[in-house]
């Protein structure tokens, strides 16, 4: 996306407004991992933007080269992958 088609500050300030309270609490928190990531922060990062039915995604580096975002991706992965398998029941209740 290129710079001048991003939306303006009147609309961001909308936007944000139309948020419920939960909603600008994450956003506030995001901001500032984002802003981590950037000038003093020594903070990386990896934002992927999509749908997951979509199965396709736009990508964003942050204070990263390619391999360090795939390590990134990596850990994300294995996270959510424990995350997903919390609940499941042992594996010997599959055979």
Avoid at 57 to 73: I, R
Wanted: proline share 2%.
């Amino acid at each position: 996306m290129a710079y001048e088609d991003m939306m303006t500050q009147e609309e961001l300030e909308r936007r944000v407004k139309s948020m419920s309270d939960e909603e600008q609490a994450h956003f506030k928190l995001l901001i500032h991992k984002l802003v981590m990531c950037y000038g003093e922060g020594k903070a990386q990062g990896v934002v992927i933007i999509g749908r997951a039915e979509d199965q396709m995604a736009g990508v964003v580096t942050l204070n990263c080269d390619e391999m360090e975002a795939s390590q990134l991706m990596l850990a994300a992965n294995d996270f959510f992958g424990f995350l997903n398998t919390l609940d499941a029941p042992p594996k010997e209740n599959f055979n």
